[in-house]
């Protein structure tokens, strides 16, 4: 059984970073994808950045060049490092996993396209 928990969220200034942290337990590292999603207040759920088995990545283009998805096997953890933080960028981050040997990219940062979800934790970025 897939289980995902999330850490490393808070709050920050504007310009600032944060790096967000998901261990992962139960995945299948021979394919899968995961990734980071995030939801405001009243707001759907949009896809931030993923990555799959071979270690390519996607990123939103509303994350691009301040964003950074990376996956450290050996220590079987997810990061998501943010800089240049934007009050936009106010949400609850989910971790994401999904065991499947092939997914387009155009796909991959749709939340309808992921079976496993963690708790969320927040990143305020006030300006």
């Known amino acids: 059984r897939v289980q995902l928990v999330e850490s490393g969220g808070g709050s920050v200034q504007a310009g600032g970073s944060l790096r967000l942290s998901c261990a992962p337990s139960?995945?299948?590292?021979?394919?899968?994808?995961l990734a980071w999603f995030r939801q405001a207040p009243g707001k759907e759920r949009e896809g931030v950045a993923a990555?799959?088995?071979?270690?390519?990545?996607t990123y939103a283009d509303s994350v691009k060049g301040r964003f950074t998805i990376s996956m450290d096997v050996t220590k079987n953890t997810l990061y998501l490092l943010m800089s240049n933080l934007k009050p936009e960028d106010t949400a609850m981050y989910y971790c994401?996993?999904?065991?499947?040997?092939?997914?387009?990219?155009?796909?991959?940062?749709?939340?309808?396209?992921?079976?496993?979800w963690g708790q969320g934790t927040q990143v305020t970025v006030s300006s």
């Open positions: 994401a996993a999904e065991e499947r040997v092939y997914m387009a990219w155009v796909s991959a940062l749709r939340p309808d396209k992921y079976n496993y």
């Open positions: 990555i799959d088995s071979i270690y390519s990545t």
């Open positions: 139960g995945v299948s590292y021979g394919h899968y994808y």
